[in-house]
């Protein structure tokens, strides 16, 4: 896990926010399924809601700093799956992610 306050990495690569893509109407009705399901949203720390609009992203780097995996969210509802994380871990010779 990385910290990055300043933004930097995240800038560079390539996430920004979008007001459009976190408030969409898929967007919307999941976190009616919430209220719905009586689900409690997840605690968001106060300094992260200074840009609550901001899109994340999946990346997996390798020990030299090479970027293995990337997946740069189109909305908060666009995850990876876990296998496909896995498999470019495993495509490069990590056995050791099992």
Request: net charge negative.
């Amino acid at each position: 896990m990385l910290l990055d306050p300043g933004r930097n990495i995240y800038r560079g690569f390539g996430l920004g926010s979008s007001y459009s893509k976190v408030m969409s109407f898929q967007s919307l009705i999941k976190y009616a399924e919430y209220i719905v399901l009586g689900q409690e949203f997840p605690d968001i720390p106060p300094r992260f809601l200074e840009d609550l609009y901001q899109l994340g992203g999946d990346f997996v780097l390798d020990e030299g700093g090479n970027v293995i995996f990337s997946h740069p969210c189109k909305n908060p509802l666009d995850r990876p799956k876990v296998a496909h994380i896995m498999a470019a871990i495993l495509s490069r010779g990590h056995p050791s992610a099992l």
